[in-house]
């Protein structure tokens, strides 16, 4: 396990609300709420196996998606964005976010009229796409834009089809290689990088999380695990069956990030 300051996942707890959740792409499906909360706990174990310290924001029995929280901001080295989540639904969870990333990192905002859910942001180094989505429009991606170009980012915009977010497109799964759905992201817009396809009978497989030199990731498709796999990537499957039924993956369930200032301590 590399050293350094430590890592925090910030994560949220499934909502009681959580049926009434936002749907894009899927039909709705009951959600069994207390089988979502027993694979939410086993994801922030796998977390900590990995060797982030589970930092959660309080609980928000009302809203709905606020399991969700990678939507709500962007966090790089100097700083966090707080996001203006495109569902208007949504746009309350940002408040207790800013309560506990306000202890770690410098906050900046995105401001109305720009949407950005913190799904559409992948960080790959100094590079940051940003999908052009329902949910994050042009104003937000200028803001972005703006926010981390001063702090020496490369933000580069990317149009995105056919799913919610750009990260259930494309995720990274080392620095210098992403995963990826080709029927939902031009490959082209990722060029730099090496890419693994996610093997094609299984869509909603290009998300995963990097954390702590390992991958966590879906029991739900095992095709393209085993080619992660056979590339020598350390894969952690979690099963997330009924956060998918609310159109959530695994990158959208923690941010993850250094605690450069060593205040877990
Ligand atoms: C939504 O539609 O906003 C939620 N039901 C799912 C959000 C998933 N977020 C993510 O992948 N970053």
């Known amino acids: 396990m590399a050293f350094g300051p430590p890592l925090i996942a910030l994560t949220r707890g499934v909502s009681d609300a959580i049926g009434r959740c936002e749907l894009t792409h899927l039909d709705r499906q009951v959600i069994d709420v207390s089988v979502a909360r027993e694979q939410h706990h086993a994801y922030e174990r796998t977390l900590e196996r990995l060797g982030c310290r589970i930092v959660r924001v309080e609980d928000a029995p009302d809203l709905s998606d606020a399991v969700f929280v990678e939507d709500t901001a962007v966090v790089v080295d100097q700083l966090a964005i707080i996001t203006r989540p495109g569902a208007r639904s949504r746009r309350h969870e940002t408040a207790d976010v800013v309560k506990v990333m306000k202890r770690f990192r410098t906050l900046a905002a995105i401001e109305a009229p720009g949407t950005v859910d913190g799904g559409d942001v992948l960080v790959a180094g100094r590079r940051v796409f940003v999908g052009r989505s329902a949910r994050t429009n042009d104003a937000g991606i200028r803001q972005l834009r703006d926010i981390l170009g001063s702090s020496g980012y490369d933000v580069r915009d990317v149009d995105v089809g056919g799913c919610l977010h750009l990260k259930s497109a494309v ?91 060593g205040l877990t301590q």
């Not at 029927?183 to 094609?200: P, Q």
């Not at 998300?207 to 498709?221: D, I």
């Not at 959530?248 to 450069?260: E, H, K, L, M, Y």
Request: overall charge negative.
């Open 171 to 261: 995720t990274s799964l080392s620095d210098e290689c992403l995963l990826v759905n080709p029927s939902w992201v031009s490959c082209e817009a990722l060029a730099g990088f090496d890419l693994l396809e996610i093997d094609s009978a299984e869509p909603f497989a290009a998300n995963a999380v990097r954390a702590g030199g390992g991958l966590v990731y879906p029991a739900a498709f095992p095709r393209t695990r085993a080619r992660m796999e056979r590339l020598g990537f350390e894969v952690h499957p979690v099963d997330v069956s009924e956060l998918a039924k609310a159109e959530g993956a695994v990158t959208c369930c923690s941010i993850i990030f250094r605690d450069s200032a």
